[in-house]
């Protein structure tokens, strides 16, 4: 079955200090994709990232960056130098290609809190 | 470009009462889908949408939940005689293709909408 484990509840970081949210997914799919988004406290959904399967390659994104380990069945989202506007809860997401329908399986988020 | 319009953003009902949400996606955007988010915990799927067609209802409440996307108009998440438990935040999202199809563009993330926060008194 299909599943996304976000292990940290909350986090709390000074600014400027590096600070990563763990996910680790399960799935029986080879064909799957995950996201990351950003639900601030005004409460919208933000798209930060998809990846697919096949593509391990981490990416960067300014201070943002991805590592996606499939060996492991994590894609661990860092953010460098942290600042305030990054408090937010963060959500890890997956979706399976052989699912017909292509839902979002999320995690049930990590609160990130950014002190200044 | 509008992105995904949902509406009412807040709404509040009286226990019993009926809500009407209302997602309408982005433009040329045919696949429409409802996920609830209850009080600190994550979103939960609830409905898959195509023009006209209901593809995937696994996530709905079997009572008093309904959803549609007519041809034309918005999708609408129905929910009769509330209770407090359906207390939440309703997001849409939507997509011009399939998510998850093998042959699906990367740069096409599910696209969703600010939500609409139901408190039922």
């Known amino acids: 079955a299909q599943k996304v484990t976000q292990a940290q509840t909350e986090i709390s970081v000074v600014e400027k200090e590096d600070v990563t949210l763990d996910c680790v997914y399960e799935?029986?799919?080879?064909?799957?994709?995950l996201f990351w988004y950003k639900q601030p406290p005004s409460g919208e959904l933000v798209f930060l990232i998809r990846?697919?399967?096949?593509?391990?390659q981490n990416e960067i994104s300014g201070r943002y960056s991805w590592n996606f380990q499939k060996s492991t069945s994590s894609f661990n989202f860092t953010i460098t130098a942290s600042q305030v506007v990054d408090s937010a809860v963060y959500f890890c997401?997956?979706?399976?290609?052989?699912?017909?329908?292509?839902?979002?399986?999320f995690g049930q988020g990590t609160t990130l809190q950014v002190k200044p | 470009n509008a992105g995904v319009m949902q509406n009412p953003r807040h709404l509040v009902r009286r226990r019993g009462q009926e809500a009407r949400l209302r997602c309408s996606p982005m433009k040329g955007h045919s696949h429409v889908y409802w996920y609830r988010q209850l009080p600190e915990e994550g979103l939960k799927f609830m409905v898959y949408l195509q023009k006209e067609n209901i593809i995937d209802e696994s996530g709905m409440p079997k009572e008093r939940f309904s959803a549609e996307f007519p041809k034309e108009g918005p999708s609408i998440l129905r929910i009769q005689q509330v209770v407090r438990g359906d207390s939440a935040a309703y997001f849409c999202?939507?997509?011009?293709?399939?998510?998850?199809?093998?042959?699906?563009?990367?740069?096409?993330?599910?696209?969703f909408g600010n939500g609409t926060r139901l408190t039922v008194t």
């Open positions: 997401a997956l979706s399976e290609a052989t699912s017909n329908t292509g839902k979002l399986i």
């Open positions: 799935t029986r799919d080879t064909t799957y994709y």
């Open positions: 999202a939507s997509s011009p293709i399939k998510q998850g199809a093998a042959s699906s563009s990367y740069n096409s993330p599910l696209h």
């Open positions: 990846r697919n399967s096949f593509d391990e």
